[in-house]
């Protein structure tokens, strides 16, 4: 099995065998809208054939997927490199725009592919990452391997997952925070046998699937007749809140949502609780990966305590005056006391968000030590 590097009889130790893959020039990489079914076609045949020329190099028909972008580099590097200390299978890395990952593994790919959306749809602004998640779907444009596993960048594998790879049909692990008329799966984590019809199938009928829910809504109404497959291998961070297993053999793979490890600022108030789950992923990382991860937050906490010194300068007193003296009596009072308690609370958040970024910073740094 290989462990990210190769040796030769010499005993040196020769460079991870990393590919960069093209699409032929004459895929400008522009967006693709879902609804314009010969543009999937012609991109998705196009990622079909190189995909399949890769992997026939390596000699292998079974392939590990991810998306990633920018904002996912660290989580790209923690799973591919957590991923190759329990499988040799090799990796396919789709990238958008121009971001290059910086992984250094075994038998990994990448290959920039045009972002899949659907135009003239917008996105909630707390959802706008479900736009990008659109673009998961290329991978059903693969039809040659014999069996495909996709797992997301903000995941981490823990033990052997290789049987992913066994059985048929489409396979996945419920979602227990869906709510769903009927059982649904989390897209975080599946497996699938590709065929020319399914890839045909899901791109004709992209049309009419809402794309409200982002990949995952339109994968569950795609593939009503699911396998299900073990909780532990697509574990929610969240679903450490309603079930003890944050130490359970059985997981395997840890999925960081909606919180990621790699972003300081907490998502709700219990995220502190699940600590113990984002340390697992921060073990993973290099000491220069702890260097720029501690970097980014210490300039995550000057920005915060920056924001709070300039609500509570002069500024804010005389924003505090002008506005009042707009007003007389009664008005004037309960306008200023709806001020001070809403900047008091902005102060409190915002105290609480910095205590919560110079306690991690702590920890991190106590853990390089």
């Not at 990448?110 to 779907?137: I, M, N």
């Not at 396979?171 to 989390?186: R, S």
């Not at 984590?189 to 791109?203: D, K, M, N, Q």
């Not at 574990?235 to 999925?255: C, E, K, S, Y």
Request: a neutral charge; charged letters at 20%; one cysteine or more.
């Amino acid at each position: 099995m290989s462990t990210g590097a190769a040796t030769c009889s010499a005993g040196a130790t020769l460079p991870p065998q990393r590919r960069a893959l093209r699409l032929p020039d004459r895929f400008d990489l522009a967006p693709v809208d879902d609804r314009n079914f010969s543009a999937c076609e012609r991109v998705g045949q196009a990622i079909d054939a190189v995909v399949a020329g890769w992997l026939a190099s390596r000699g292998y028909d079974r392939l590990f997927v991810t998306l990633a972008t920018p904002d996912f580099a660290m989580g790209l590097s923690a799973l591919v490199r957590s991923l190759r200390t329990v499988s040799d299978v090799p990796i396919l890395v789709l990238t958008q725009g121009d971001f290059v990952p910086d992984v250094e593994a075994d038998d990994v790919a990448f290959l920039e592919v045009p972002p899949l959306v659907r135009l003239g749809h917008a996105f909630p602004a707390d959802a706008q990452h479900l736009a990008v998640t659109l673009s998961k779907l290329w991978v059903f444009s693969l039809t040659r391997p014999a069996r495909v596993a996709f797992i997301d960048a903000d995941c981490l594998v823990l033990q052997p997952i290789d049987d992913l790879f066994d059985g048929e049909g489409f396979a996945a692990v419920p979602d227990l925070f869906i709510n769903y008329k009927t059982p649904a799966f989390n897209a975080g984590v599946f497996a699938f046998t590709p065929s020319a019809e399914i890839s045909r199938g899901l791109f004709q009928r992209l049309p009419e699937l809402s794309v409200g829910d982002g990949d995952q809504g339109i994968l569950n109404a795609f593939f009503p007749n699911w396998r299900q497959l073990p909780q532990g291998l697509n574990f929610l961070r969240a679903h450490a809140l309603v079930r003890a297993q944050a130490q359970d053999q059985a997981i395997r793979i840890v999925h960081y949502t909606p919180s990621k490890p790699w972003v300081p600022a907490p998502v709700s108030p219990r995220d502190p609780v699940l600590a113990p789950l984002d340390e697992l992923w921060t073990e993973r990382l290099t000491p220069v990966e702890h260097v720029a991860l501690v970097r980014d937050w210490r300039a995550r906490l000057a920005t915060a305590e920056a924001n709070i010194a300039s609500w509570m300068g002069p500024d804010t007193a005389k924003f505090l005056q002008d506005d009042m003296d707009f007003a007389d009596g009664r008005k004037r009072r309960r306008r200023e006391r709806r001020l001070k308690y809403g900047l008091v609370a902005l102060v409190v958040l915002q105290a609480v968000q910095a205590s919560f970024i110079a306690w991690m910073l702590l920890h991190q740094t106590n853990a390089l030590k």
